[in-house]
């Protein structure tokens, strides 16, 4: 795991006067590499490299070069002593027994499509250098970054990680209006956008090849496309059991390569415990596991985790935290480098540190819910679609949507009687009523939170059209598999996987998900919803499959969410220093926001009217983007 940088000058070549920047932009992302740094430089072309030393220790020194080829790479390619068979046999020499030169061999050879070879997590850079191109690719499923940029004098910018960009100083920085509403709404920017114009993600799946002699309409071509695998098949349960084992345990076979210990993140959940269960079978040494401990029971499941690990004979360490502990609000902005609002990201940057004492690398549960509808959100989808269909349209978009908007907002009354959401789920259309379920802000709070000028800003953009455009893509299919595509291409790139890369890299630590083996992946999206769901539980499959393995008290557990309890922190607040933070100069000097929504915001959730935690932790690390950053305001 690596951090990589790529500038390619439109005009000119790079100078010794370009040096200086260019190594910054690299070290920044010390953190992602700190085993190792690389640059090479010829021509219009610099690559930068910073290493996390994995695999072949001594020689896998980045970037590498053979012949006229050459690649700064970042990620994991678990099939590569395969690949590496498969090229010898085609004449090509290897020097060293690393993934990496099976990319430079691997593109000499296959060309573009060595891409549908690859299996595992990756983002690069080849420099091929007798036809003057650059070949950049992401894994499938945008496990590992890429972020891309054109500056104000046209030359191409990459990097893993946005912080890197940020430091050229001809790049534009001005903020991305769709791109904040995206995480005022849903806590995350939606890929491909980034929080500024000028710069973009690479797309998950996605690659680009570059002619450098002409670096404007640059494009991405997709190599694997999600929607061609989903279906929903029904088939004999005790195959697909057989089956699913079969390729689970693979996968984390492929997942324990490396010439360093593999470890595992332990939380106590199912997914964890399938996980370093399946480690179990494959290493006679006593697998290293970490989980992080709550002071409040309901969210800690350390207690689980560790009974796991006695069950699996592992060497098991458990850190500490406190819910309240809320410390770390301004190093989130460090980490990510644009507002993200999963709190569950302080969490798992102190696992992340934690585990670091003791591994290089851990296996994570990660993906398993989007794979296996394990989310509670796809529980009431199912039983509001059910509903939904069984109530005439006028009566559920009138009656309904009135009985919502007057309904009460308070988990202080009894749980059969909190009918909010689901009354605003029925309310809307399928797709309209996922979405509010997963947002962590209402419309209404919104609306009241911009302001006038935002708005028109905006020019009716939502995510939640984001939402739709992606369930039309997908309309042949049944509702809950156009949901479980919507989770494949948003909240699993944008919200899970970087909170697990940006936490983990922060710290030095490769985090590797098996659930994410795309062989895996193109089996389990071809599976029908009831294979997996129910209005009561979802991973029927898992459950099933594993019970011989996994303990009955853990694979019986209701699914506890790894998070904290910002209502009440920011009722410990007092009303007159929150909004101090809230609505600072930095908030004010946007025009983005009506401060008097903000302000009735707050009230209401002090007076526990209505719950706004989500919004008001939103607005908290976005003053705190905003007091970091040099960027341009409207």
Known sequence: MCGITCWVKAKGNVHSDDDALFKNMTRSMHHRGPDGEGYYVKGQVALGHTRLAIVDIDNGQQPMKRAEISVTFNGEIYNFVELKEELQSAGFVFQTHCDTEVLLHGWAHWGE???????????????????????????????????????????????????????????????????????????????????????????????????LDNLSGLSEKAYWQLKEHLSSNHENVEKLKIEFETLLSESVKLRMRADVQVGAFLSGGVDSSVIVGNMTKHTEKPVKTSSIGFDLSAYDESFFAERVAKHFNCDHVTTSVSVNDLSLVDKLIDIYDEPFADNSAIPTFILSKATNKYVKVALSGDGADELLFGYRNHQMFLFEDRLRSAIPSFVRKHLLGSLAKYYPDSRFIPKLLRAKTTLEGLSNDKIDGYHNAISISSQTALQSVYSYKFKKMLNNYSSLKVFRKLAKEVNDQESLKQVQYIDFKTYLPGSILTKVDRASMANSLEVRVPFLDHKLVEWGLKLGPKVNLNVRTGKKLMAKTFAKLVPSYILNRKKMGFTSPLDEWFRQIPLETLEARVLSQNILSTSYFDVQGIHNILLEHHQRKKNHGLTIWSLVLFESFLSKQKVGQP
Request: aromatic share 12%; glycine share 8%; proline share 4%.
């Open 113 to 211: 499509g060595l891409v549908n070879k690859l299996r595992g997590m990756f983002a690069f850079v080849i420099w091929d250098e007798p036809v003057n191109k650059l070949f950049v690719a992401r894994d499938r499923f945008g496990i590992k970054p890429l972020y891309w940029g054109i500056t104000n004098d046209g030359d191409l910018l990459i990097a893993s990680e946005l912080k890197a960009l940020k430091l050229h100083p001809k790049l534009n920085k001005d903020l991305c209006e769709q791109a904040i509403e995206d995480f005022f709404s849903l806590g995350y920017v939606i890929e491909p956008k980034s929080i500024f114009k000028s710069v973009r993600k690479l797309s998950a799946g996605h690659y680009m090849t570059i002619d």
